[in-house]
């Protein structure tokens, strides 16, 4: 195999930017590569653009772009899914690494990718490992600290272990006996606008996922135009699933909520005379085996695994009750996931994504999608059991008898759908289907309690917010979605705003009588509740009404509208003490939002809008905006709030007259090389401002935007 390059290698960025008017010379002609060639343009932003004749071979452009950018993440990606990261990241990924061994991650995609998969699939994988393969030959010794040997089937085995963590958490609630289940650290927003509530007649789709950002959920952007793929949005690193975004007829978005897919039995279990369970009257043989894990820094740890009919068992058998917890998921088996996101880059509208879903491959989620021809369709997706009645599945059942065994699984008609909804908009930001628009009519009453499955996910700030801005939008132009999608606005703002109000005027002389005081509070109320880097009273209205969730009790403002006049002294003291500590903490009590709230990493941080934070009653006292901006304070600076999770792959989609436009936000930057002008230049350029860049998902249009060029040549 051949490759021609025509700017410098990794590291050699600066000349690669001074050639990039010399690429774009050579390529404007035509951006198509011939057949078995692969050209991997990338745009200003480092954003990868894989052009070629053949699947196979752009994908093996893929695997090199992902390699060239993210090289250790794609090790990191491939241990935490095979369950060796402990060994290079030490104990405290023990029990992560043995929970992907105990589902057999790290076992299933071998046989499943040699023996099963479809033939293209198979290629198109492989296809992909020999680019980053390539990519290592290319650079031995770069990220050797986490190196692992690349196979074809780990694409695979991320994907699964990615989708796991969903039903394995629903599993660790129901063995807490939760009666509230506790909220996923993952959230998201999602939107769909019908044509007819557009301004120019476009069907629009927001997908904004609000993860953590580290590990797998540090999604991988890239365009791909590979024969019958096309392809833009965002990856897990490691794979060549496109995951969120959209191809050349139709888009779909992500968020987390859905239907219970996943259980626990209550078994009896025995080790003596061997081990065995109890079911349906009878002892049965327990499946054995063990697991030797490496650890850094101590020696391996072995650890035996119990399997049963109805699955494995997740904690440690209490052998004086002779009692064991069994996990089952539809999960455990499946190794379809690649086949089925394969059918949605394929699919030509609507319809063919949610038949490509009803696979109930994919973990729970709510599915929101547009397309080409104005469509506009949500369903509440998973592998959800058909359960028998009778039984509360919530908590661990009896494992002992056929009774509680499932009867299937539901088919896609039985789940919470809707298609075209005649208020021409709705968004899903991990609320309940009821929630998603004015009037909706995804009742509960309507589905099983299992299938609706709304525990956590009721109602919140975002989802509050959305139905606010899109309701009372009759026609959407393209700069209002975008304003939508980047909105940094405090519902909660007015009530607090008149809380203070009324209780600066309940304080009388003693408050009129600071200035100090009564400049602040002046600031507050003329605040216009946006979140952004160069407001100056927003620092101060944070920190206060932190301080008066932890020490008061903020419910009846949820409740009532009013706090009581106690409550009220007790908040105007801590305002002044609030400013009090702002001007020791920072020299002035009205610093700007931004100079304390950052984005970036390693040392490089700019000002960022948005925020996300709560004490006390959250329907009083908790504020997310809709640009889910969450931080951390920075332990060698604590003065400082470095952004470390919530929007993160922001993709907005516009479907009109057979063609799709888009335009996405990342937080940091394309590349993981911190000598790379594009490490953290989306950070200073578009996140901290909140803007969007355009994907440039014509070629036509990216010809103008190519930074450099290398094509890949006889590729098998």
């Known amino acids: 195999m051949a490759a021609a390059r025509s700017t410098a290698g990794q590291g050699g960025w600066l000349a690669g930017a001074l050639a990039g008017a010399v690429a774009l010379v050579l390529i404007a002609p035509a951006l198509r590569a011939s057949a078995a060639d692969a050209t991997l343009h990338r745009d200003t932003w480092g954003v990868p653009h894989v052009v070629s004749d053949s699947e196979a071979a752009g994908l093996h452009a893929l695997g090199y772009a992902q390699a060239e950018d993210r ?48 033939a293209r699939l198979r290629e198109n994988v492989t296809a992909f490992t020999a680019g980053i393969r390539r990519y290592i030959a290319e650079h031995p010794g770069e990220a050797a600290d986490v190196a692992i040997d690349v196979e074809p089937w780990h694409a695979l085995a991320i994907g699964r272990a990615m989708i796991l963590r969903w039903p ?44 953590t950002w580290e590990g797998l959920a540090v999604l991988y952007e890239a365009r791909v135009h590979a024969g019958d793929l096309h392809m833009a949005g965002f990856w897990l690193i490691g794979s060549p699933m496109l995951g969120i975004g ?58 035996p695994a119990f399997y049963t009919h109805l699955g494995p068992v997740i904690s440690t058998p209490d052998m004086a009750s002779g009692t064991a917890y069994v996990g089952a998921s539809p999960y455990f088996d499946q190794t379809g996931l690649y086949e089925q996101f394969d059918k949605m880059a394929r699919a030509r509208n609507v319809h063919e994504v ?22 506009i369709s949500y369903v509440r997706n998973g592998a959800t059991p058909i359960r028998p009645e009778g039984f509360d599945y919530k908590r661990p059942v009896d494992g002992t008898t056929s009774a509680t065994a499932w009867k299937g699984i539901h088919p896609q008609e039985d789940l919470v759908k809707i ?67 980047l909105d940094v606005h405090d519902r909660l703002a007015r009530a607090w705003q008149g809380e203070l109000a009324r209780a600066y005027a309940a304080a009388g002389d003693t408050a009129a009588n600071d ?12 605040w216009d509740g946006e979140y952004t880097p160069e407001s100056t009273a927003t620092v101060l209205f944070k920190f206060w009404r932190l301080k008066c969730g932890a020490q008061c009790d903020v419910a009846p403002l949820a409740r009532d509208g009013r706090l009581d006049d106690a409550t009220r002294a007790k908040l ?34 700019f000002p960022c809008g948005g925020a996300d934070y709560s004490t006390g009653d959250k329907e009083a006292n908790f504020t997310e905006t809709l640009f889910d901006v ?87």
């Open 572 to 605: 105007i003291a801590l305002f002044r003490e609030t400013i009090d500590f702002l001007n020791t903490q920072y020299g002035r009590w009205d610093v700007p939002w931004g100079t304390v709230h950052v984005v970036g990493r390693n040392g490089r941080y």
């Open 246 to 303: 959209h191809n050349r007829h139709t888009g779909w978005a992500l968020t987390t909520g859905g239907p219970d897919t996943s259980d626990v039995y209550r078994m009896k279990f025995r080790l003596a005379p061997r081990p065995e369970y109890e079911y349906d009257g009878q002892w049965k043989p327990v499946t054995i085996e063990s697991f030797t894990i490496p650890v850094r820094g101590s020696d391996p740890v072995t650890r």
């Open 630 to 716: 969450r931080s951390n304070q920075d332990p060698e600076d604590p003065k400082t709030y470095i952004a470390n999770s919530g929007s993160m792959s922001v993709i907005l989609m516009f479907f009109k007259d057979g063609k799709v436009e888009s335009f996405t936000c990342t937080p940091w930057g394309q590349s993981g090389h911190p000598d790379s002008p594009h490490y953290v230049d989306q950070a200073e350029k578009l996140y901290g401002p909140r803007a969007m860049k355009p994907t440039w998902w014509d070629p036509a249009e990216l010809a103008e935007h190519v930074e450099s060029t290398r094509t890949f040549t006889n590729l098998p």
């Open 515 to 526: 200035p100090v005081l009564r400049r602040a509070v002046e600031a507050v109320l003329a």
């Open 419 to 485: 298609l075209n909804p005649r208020q021409g908009y709705m968004q899903n930001c991990n609320i309940s289907p009821h929630n998603m628009m004015v009037d909706c009519e995804l009742t509960p009453d309507r589905f099983p309690g299992h299938v609706y499955n709304a525990t956590w996910d009721q109602n919140n700030p975002r989802g509050r917010r959305a139905i606010e801005v899109l309701h009372n939008d009759p026609l959407v132009t393209r700069d209002d979605a975008k304003a939508y999608a």
């Open 71 to 118: 090289l250790a993440d794609i090790y990191l990606a491939i241990r935490t899914a095979v369950g060796r990261m402990a060994e290079v990241q030490g104990p405290r990924l023990l029990e992560q690494d043995y929970i992907m061994r105990l589902a057999r991650n790290d076992t299933l995609h071998a046989d499943y990718l040699a023996t099963k998969a479809p």
């Open 168 to 211: 394995i958490g629903t599993m660790m609630d129901d063995l807490k006996n939760a009666d509230k289940r506790a909220q996923p650290a993952a959230g998201s927003n999602q939107w769909a606008v019908a044509p007819a509530r557009s301004a120019d007649r476009s069907a629009i789709l927001l997908s904004d996922p609000h993860l």
């Open 354 to 375: 949610n038949a490509a879903l009803a696979m109930h491959q994919y973990n729970e989620q709510n599915v929101m999608c547009a397309d080409v021809d104005g469509n």
